[in-house]
C-alpha cells in the first residue's frame, strides 16, 4: 500500500522548508561574500572568517559565553537529574503535583518575565552582576529541560533493575551510580547538550542578568547589528548555527539509538 | 560406564525425594518462617493474617491466580516489602526492618532484571564483589557457575546478545552465586515456550538437589508447580488455601476451590446418603436412581449437600453398560470431542444438561475412533476416584 508523494505533499514541504530555512541559507551564503555590502554579492570569500578570529571584542564574547554553557549545562545537569529522580521516583510525597507543575512553568514562561524577575532578585539580594548572575539564571531556566528528557527515560527504566542490585548486596547509594547512571547515561548527555544550546544562544536572559565585563556572543553581536550588519557577523552566526547544529544533531542520534537499542533487545528477548 | 554412574545419582536423588518429609516431622525447625503476617496496599488487603513454615531444603512452591498476594509473600522475604503486621524469621532471626541488601536471600526476577551495561560474567560476579570477596574467589565461583547453568563460553557476551533462555540462565546463575540461604524465584519461566520451560524444571530440580539450598518459586502455573515442588501452597485472596505434596493438592483437594484451580475437574451436586469408616454413599441430581460410592471419611453428615469431585483421566468411556450400571455410573451423549493425539477428551452431556469431561488415552493408532458425535455412553469410575469436598 505504497503511497506516491502528491503534488500536494510536496508543494507544502517545499513552502514549509523554504519558510523555515530560507532566512539561515541566505546568511550563511553571504558570510561568504567578498564583497562589504551584505546585500550585493561579488563572489567567494573566506576573507570574514579571517577578519572575525582577529576581532578580540567578538573572540572575548564567544569565550565568555562557552564558559557560561559550560557551566550551566553541567551544574543544570546534575540538578535537572536529581528533580527527574524526585518526579519519577518518589511515589506521591507531600506536595509532588505542585513540583512537577512548578518544574515545567519554565518551560513556557516568557524569557521576558523570566530574565526580569531574576533581575528584580539579584538587585534585592545585592549581588554584582556579571559572569556568575548569567550563569545562575541560565541554570535555573536549562535546568527543567534537563529534568523533562531524562524524567522521560526514567519512566521506562525497569526498577528490578535497582531491586536485583538491592538484592545481591549493593547500598541503594551505590546501586544509583552503578546501575541506574549508566542506563540512563545517554539522557543524562543530551540533557547536558540541550541545555549547552539553550545557554549557548539566549540573548534575553542575558542581557536581563548580565553586568560590566560580561558580555555574552548573542550579546555583543546583536549591539554591532544595531550599528550595521557587517559579513563579519554572519561569519560569527555561521560558525555559531555549526555549533549548534552538531550538539543538537549528536544529541539525537543519541537518544535515537538508544532507543533502537532497547528495541532491538526487546526483539531478541521476544524471540526467545 | 558413564551412563550407569548417572543413573545411580538419579537413584541416589530419587531416594532423597522419597524419604524428604520434614513437615511430617514435630521436631524439625523450619527455616522460614511467616507468624500472622498481614500486609496492607492502602485499603487492599494483600497478605491476611498468614503464617506459613517452609524447612530447609525444601522446593516450595507459591501457586495461586494473580493477585492472590503470592508475589507479596515472596517480596516480604526478599526485604522489597514491609509486613504490616506479623513476623517474619529467617533461620531464626528477624527479618522486619532489614533492608533487602542485608538480607540472606537471593532473587530470580520474572524479568531477569540482568544489568544490560555488563557482561554475562560481570553480571554473576556483581553480588560476590559486593560482599569483598577476593579477586581470585570471585573469578572460581563465576566460572562455577557459568559451567553450572552451560553458558560458559558466553562470559564475554551482554545481555542482549543471548536469547532468552540463555538470559533466565545467568539471572539464575547471578542469584545462584552467592549461595543464599533461600533463592526466591518469581515467575522463572514464564518467559519461555512450553518445550524449554518443561527442560529447564528439571534442571532447576537438579540444581536444587546439587546445592542443597532452598527455594521458593512463585508461579500461576500448576504444572510447574506441580512438577518442581515438594510442597505447594494454593493462595487466594491473600490465604493459604490448602499446603500440601503436589500429589495431595491433586488428589484429595481440601477444597472446590483447589480442585477446580490445580487440573481439571467434573464437580455433581450430591448428598450424602450413608456412611461408614472409609465409604461415603451419594446421590446426585444430575444422575437420578444411581447411586454413587466413594472410599473416603467424611466429617459431613448424613443428609447434608456435598461437591462430588472426579478428574477426567479416571473416568471411563464407553458404549456398552458396565457389569452393575446402577452405581458409579452416568449416562449421556457425547457432546464433542477433543482429539489432543496422545488424549480424546469428550464431552458429556447428562440428562439435566450438565456436560462433564472424560479424558480417554488413545492406545491404538486409528482413524476412526468407536464414540462418536451423539453417541450414548456410560460413563464409569472407580470408588477411589472421585472425591467427597464439603465447601
Redesign the interface.
Given at each position: 500500500m505504497r503511497k506516491g508523494l502528491s503534488w500536494f505533499n510536496v508543494t507544502s514541504i517545499v513552502l514549509g522548508f523554504t519558510f523555515l530555512y530560507l532566512p539561515i541559507l541566505l546568511l550563511v551564503i553571504y558570510s561568504f561574500n567578498a564583497s562589504r555590502m551584505v546585500t550585493v554579492w561579488a563572489g567567494f570569500s573566506t576573507h570574514w572568517y579571517v577578519q572575525l578570529f582577529q576581532n578580540q571584542q567578538l573572540l572575548d564574547a564567544a569565550w565568555v559565553t562557552l564558559r557560561v554553557a559550560f557551566i550551566t549545562a553541567s551544574v543544570a545537569t546534575v540538578l535537572g537529574t536529581l528533580g527527574a529522580i524526585a518526579l519519577t521516583r518518589y511515589g506521591r510525597f507531600y506536595g509532588r503535583t505542585l513540583f512537577s507543575g512548578m518544574i515545567y512553568a519554565p518551560l513556557v514562561m516568557p524569557e521576558v518575565i523570566t530574565g526580569l524577575s531574576l533581575l528584580l532578585l539579584f538587585v534585592a539580594v545585592d549581588i554584582d552582576r556579571g559572569f556568575w548572575t548569567i550563569t545562575l539564571a541560565h541554570i535555573t531556566f536549562t535546568m527543567c529541560f534537563v529534568s523533562v528528557v531524562v524524567q522521560s527515560r526514567l519512566v521506562t527504566f525497569?526498577r528490578?533493575?535497582e531491586?536485583?542490585?538491592?538484592?545481591?548486596?549493593?547500598?541503594?547509594f551505590k546501586t544509583f551510580f552503578v546501575?541506574t547512571l549508566?542506563?540512563i547515561l545517554p539522557a543524562v548527555v543530551s540533557g547536558w547538550m540541550l541545555a549547552f544550546t539553550l545557554s549557548l544562544d539566549d540573548l534575553v536572559i542575558a542581557s536581563f542578568t548580565t553586568g560590566p565585563g560580561a558580555t555574552t556572543l548573542p550579546m555583543r553581536i546583536y549591539s554591532q547589528v544595531r550599528l550595521g550588519v557587517t559579513p563579519e557577523i554572519n561569519a560569527a552566526c555561521t560558525i555559531l548555527i555549526a555549533i549548534v547544529t552538531v550538539v543538537v544533531i549528536v544529541a539525537s542520534v543519541m537518544t535515537k539509538r538508544q532507543e533502537m537499542?532497547r528495541q532491538?533487545?526487546e526483539r531478541?528477548?521476544a524471540?526467545? | 560406564m558413564s551412563t550407569g554412574v548417572a543413573d545411580k545419582t538419579q537413584k541416589t536423588i530419587g531416594g532423597i525425594r522419597r524419604k524428604f518429609a520434614p513437615w511430617t516431622d514435630p521436631q524439625a525447625t523450619p527455616l522460614i518462617r511467616y507468624q500472622n503476617v498481614t500486609k496492607r496496599f492502602g485499603e487492599f488487603v494483600a497478605i491476611d493474617n498468614l503464617s506459613l513454615d517452609i524447612y530447609e531444603r525444601e522446593f516450595f512452591a507459591l501457586l495461586g491466580p494473580s493477585g492472590c498476594g503470592k508475589t507479596t509473600l515472596m517480596r516480604m522475604l526478599?526485604?522489597?516489602e514491609e509486613p504490616t503486621s506479623g513476623q517474619i524469621t529467617l533461620a531464626g532471626q528477624d527479618l522486619v526492618g532489614t533492608?533487602?541488601?542485608?538480607r540472606q536471600?537471593?532473587?530470580m526476577?520474572?524479568?531477569y532484571?540482568l544489568?544490560?551495561?555488563m557482561s554475562v560474567w560481570d553480571n554473576i560476579a556483581?553480588?560476590l564483589r559486593?560482599?569483598r570477596m577476593d579477586k581470585d574467589a570471585v573469578a572460581n565461583r563465576v566460572e562455577e557457575m557459568l559451567k553450572l547453568v552451560k553458558l560458559s563460553q558466553f562470559a564475554k557476551r551482554k545481555?542482549?546478545?543471548?536469547?532468552?533462555?540463555q538470559?533466565q540462565r545467568v539471572a539464575l546463575a547471578?542469584?545462584l552465586a552467592?549461595r543464599p540461604k533461600v533463592l526466591l524465584l518469581d515467575e522463572p519461566l514464564g518467559?519461555?515456550?512450553k518445550k524449554?520451560r518443561e527442560e529447564t524444571q528439571f534442571e532447576l530440580m537438579d540444581i536444587q538437589m546439587e546445592l542443597g539450598m532452598t527455594f521458593l518459586i512463585v508461579t500461576h502455573d500448576q504444572e510447574e508447580a506441580m512438577t518442581v515442588a515438594d510442597r505447594i501452597a494454593v493462595m487466594n485472596h491473600g490465604k493459604l488455601v490448602q499446603v500440601s505434596p503436589p500429589a495431595v493438592i491433586y488428589e484429595q483437594p481440601a477444597s472446590r476451590y483447589v480442585a477446580e484451580f490445580v487440573g481439571d475437574v467434573n464437580i455433581l451436586d450430591a448428598v450424602i446418603e450413608a456412611k461408614v469408616p472409609g465409604l461415603v454413599t451419594l446421590r446426585a441430581e444430575a444422575a437420578p436412581g444411581m447411586s454413587f460410592r466413594v472410599a473416603q471419611d467424611c466429617e459431613t453428615q448424613v443428609g447434608d449437600t456435598v461437591a462430588l469431585a472426579f478428574r477426567p483421566e479416571k473416568l471411563r468411556v464407553e458404549l456398552d453398560p458396565p457389569a452393575d450400571p446402577t452405581v458409579n455410573c452416568l449416562t449421556g451423549t457425547i457432546w464433542d470431542i477433543g482429539y489432543l493425539g496422545d488424549l480424546s477428551i469428550y464431552h458429556v452431556e447428562l440428562a439435566n444438561g450438565q456436560r462433564i469431561k472424560a479424558a480417554k488415552p488413545n492406545l491404538t493408532r486409528m482413524v476412526e475412533r468407536p464414540i462418536t458425535w451423539e453417541d450414548k455412553v456410560y460413563v464409569s469410575f472407580a470408588p477411589d476416584a472421585g472425591v467427597v469436598l464439603k465447601s
Amino acid at each position: 500500500m505504497r503511497k506516491g508523494l502528491s503534488w500536494f505533499n510536496v508543494t507544502s514541504i517545499v513552502l514549509g522548508f523554504t519558510f523555515l530555512y530560507l532566512p539561515i541559507l541566505l546568511l550563511v551564503i553571504y558570510s561568504f561574500n567578498a564583497s562589504r555590502m551584505v546585500t550585493v554579492w561579488a563572489g567567494f570569500s573566506t576573507h570574514w572568517y579571517v577578519q572575525l578570529f582577529q576581532n578580540q571584542q567578538l573572540l572575548d564574547a564567544a569565550w565568555v559565553t562557552l564558559r557560561v554553557a559550560f557551566i550551566t549545562a553541567s551544574v543544570a545537569t546534575v540538578l535537572g537529574t536529581l528533580g527527574a529522580i524526585a518526579l519519577t521516583r518518589y511515589g506521591r510525597f507531600y506536595g509532588r503535583t505542585l513540583f512537577s507543575g512548578m518544574i515545567y512553568a519554565p518551560l513556557v514562561m516568557p524569557e521576558v518575565i523570566t530574565g526580569l524577575s531574576l533581575l528584580l532578585l539579584f538587585v534585592a539580594v545585592d549581588i554584582d552582576r556579571g559572569f556568575w548572575t548569567i550563569t545562575l539564571a541560565h541554570i535555573t531556566f536549562t535546568m527543567c529541560f534537563v529534568s523533562v528528557v531524562v524524567q522521560s527515560r526514567l519512566v521506562t527504566f525497569d526498577r528490578s533493575l535497582e531491586e536485583a542490585a538491592l538484592d545481591l548486596g549493593c547500598t541503594p547509594f551505590k546501586t544509583f551510580f552503578v546501575i541506574t547512571l549508566p542506563i540512563i547515561l545517554p539522557a543524562v548527555v543530551s540533557g547536558w547538550m540541550l541545555a549547552f544550546t539553550l545557554s549557548l544562544d539566549d540573548l534575553v536572559i542575558a542581557s536581563f542578568t548580565t553586568g560590566p565585563g560580561a558580555t555574552t556572543l548573542p550579546m555583543r553581536i546583536y549591539s554591532q547589528v544595531r550599528l550595521g550588519v557587517t559579513p563579519e557577523i554572519n561569519a560569527a552566526c555561521t560558525i555559531l548555527i555549526a555549533i549548534v547544529t552538531v550538539v543538537v544533531i549528536v544529541a539525537s542520534v543519541m537518544t535515537k539509538r538508544q532507543e533502537m537499542e532497547r528495541q532491538k533487545a526487546e526483539r531478541l528477548a521476544a524471540a526467545g | 560406564m558413564s551412563t550407569g554412574v548417572a543413573d545411580k545419582t538419579q537413584k541416589t536423588i530419587g531416594g532423597i525425594r522419597r524419604k524428604f518429609a520434614p513437615w511430617t516431622d514435630p521436631q524439625a525447625t523450619p527455616l522460614i518462617r511467616y507468624q500472622n503476617v498481614t500486609k496492607r496496599f492502602g485499603e487492599f488487603v494483600a497478605i491476611d493474617n498468614l503464617s506459613l513454615d517452609i524447612y530447609e531444603r525444601e522446593f516450595f512452591a507459591l501457586l495461586g491466580p494473580s493477585g492472590c498476594g503470592k508475589t507479596t509473600l515472596m517480596r516480604m522475604l526478599a526485604g522489597f516489602e514491609e509486613p504490616t503486621s506479623g513476623q517474619i524469621t529467617l533461620a531464626g532471626q528477624d527479618l522486619v526492618g532489614t533492608p533487602p541488601y542485608k538480607r540472606q536471600t537471593n532473587m530470580m526476577f520474572q524479568s531477569y532484571a540482568l544489568f544490560p551495561h555488563m557482561s554475562v560474567w560481570d553480571n554473576i560476579a556483581f553480588g560476590l564483589r559486593q560482599d569483598r570477596m577476593d579477586k581470585d574467589a570471585v573469578a572460581n565461583r563465576v566460572e562455577e557457575m557459568l559451567k553450572l547453568v552451560k553458558l560458559s563460553q558466553f562470559a564475554k557476551r551482554k545481555p542482549h546478545q543471548l536469547s532468552g533462555g540463555q538470559r533466565q540462565r545467568v539471572a539464575l546463575a547471578r542469584s545462584l552465586a552467592k549461595r543464599p540461604k533461600v533463592l526466591l524465584l518469581d515467575e522463572p519461566l514464564g518467559a519461555l515456550d512450553k518445550k524449554l520451560r518443561e527442560e529447564t524444571q528439571f534442571e532447576l530440580m537438579d540444581i536444587q538437589m546439587e546445592l542443597g539450598m532452598t527455594f521458593l518459586i512463585v508461579t500461576h502455573d500448576q504444572e510447574e508447580a506441580m512438577t518442581v515442588a515438594d510442597r505447594i501452597a494454593v493462595m487466594n485472596h491473600g490465604k493459604l488455601v490448602q499446603v500440601s505434596p503436589p500429589a495431595v493438592i491433586y488428589e484429595q483437594p481440601a477444597s472446590r476451590y483447589v480442585a477446580e484451580f490445580v487440573g481439571d475437574v467434573n464437580i455433581l451436586d450430591a448428598v450424602i446418603e450413608a456412611k461408614v469408616p472409609g465409604l461415603v454413599t451419594l446421590r446426585a441430581e444430575a444422575a437420578p436412581g444411581m447411586s454413587f460410592r466413594v472410599a473416603q471419611d467424611c466429617e459431613t453428615q448424613v443428609g447434608d449437600t456435598v461437591a462430588l469431585a472426579f478428574r477426567p483421566e479416571k473416568l471411563r468411556v464407553e458404549l456398552d453398560p458396565p457389569a452393575d450400571p446402577t452405581v458409579n455410573c452416568l449416562t449421556g451423549t457425547i457432546w464433542d470431542i477433543g482429539y489432543l493425539g496422545d488424549l480424546s477428551i469428550y464431552h458429556v452431556e447428562l440428562a439435566n444438561g450438565q456436560r462433564i469431561k472424560a479424558a480417554k488415552p488413545n492406545l491404538t493408532r486409528m482413524v476412526e475412533r468407536p464414540i462418536t458425535w451423539e453417541d450414548k455412553v456410560y460413563v464409569s469410575f472407580a470408588p477411589d476416584a472421585g472425591v467427597v469436598l464439603k465447601s
